[in-house]
């Protein structure tokens, strides 16, 4: 299985603030990395799909970058609705799998 | 607008099979994967497997021996059976639609399934 390891765990930062959560593979998987927005109690949302291709209607506030094992979600600008647990997901062979999450709370 | 439902027991005794339901609407089943994934209360998701509308499965090795997932495209529906079921199986269970790039794109909201007696 191919191991997805997200840094920090948690953070937290202010409105406005920029914000870059990291996942790292245990192996090349090309560009084949998602990352999905969840709040409590909530499904998880996809932001964003093949390392960098924002989906349609989410704010372009938000980027990604990387390949091979190293990718990176950006938040440009923090807004109140972004408070939120972001994973990431590799999707180069099953089984698929995510990132233990990364938490980003108020400061 | 493609919809995911879960359905099913919310409380399965340990050593049992849990068992629910996705019924998918405003779409049809056929055509692509559909993925059930779940989350342990605080923790993070967990993909169990996934099934094309022809019936062909993907499962995780760390779940394989225990799980089933089948399809049935007449009701727009898949369905996931979990045997042998312990505490460690307490999650929320969600499913959802694999899209173009191999990306999870509709999910379910998730229903929670807690093992005990």
């Known amino acids: 299985d191919i191991q997805m390891t997200q840094s920090p765990s948690s953070l937290s930062a202010s409105v406005g603030d920029r914000v870059t959560i990291t996942c790292r593979a245990s192996?090349?998987?090309?560009?084949?990395l998602n990352w999905y927005q969840q709040k409590p109690g909530k499904a998880p949302k996809l932001l964003i799909y093949?390392?960098?291709s924002l989906l349609s209607g989410v704010p372009s506030r938000f980027s990604g970058s990387g390949s091979g094992t190293d990718f990176t979600l950006t938040i440009s600008s923090l807004q109140p609705e972004d408070f939120a647990t972001y994973s990431c997901?590799?999707?180069?062979?099953?089984?698929?799998?995510f990132g233990q999450g990364t938490k980003v709370e108020i400061k | 607008q493609v919809q995911l439902q879960e359905s099913g027991p919310g409380l399965v005794k340990p050593s049992e099979t849990l068992s629910l339901t996705c019924t998918v609407s405003?779409?049809?089943?056929?055509?692509?994967?559909w993925s059930w994934i779940r989350q342990p209360p605080g923790k993070g998701l967990e993909w169990i497997g996934n099934?094309?509308?022809?019936?062909?499965?993907n499962y995780n090795p760390s779940l394989k021996s225990r799980v089933t997932i089948s399809v049935d495209t007449s009701k727009n529906q898949l369905s996931l059976k979990l045997s042998a079921v312990t505490a460690a199986d307490t999650a929320v269970y969600y499913c959802?639609?694999?899209?173009?790039?191999?990306?999870?794109?509709?999910w379910g909201q998730g229903t929670l399934v807690t093992v005990s007696s």
């Open positions: 959802a639609r694999e899209g173009d790039k191999r990306v999870l794109d509709y």
């Open positions: 099934i094309y509308y022809s019936g062909s499965t």
């Open positions: 405003g779409g049809s089943i056929s055509s692509y994967y």
């Open positions: 093949a390392a960098s």
């Open positions: 997901q590799q999707s180069y062979s099953t089984p698929w799998t």
């Open positions: 192996q090349s998987i090309s560009i084949y």
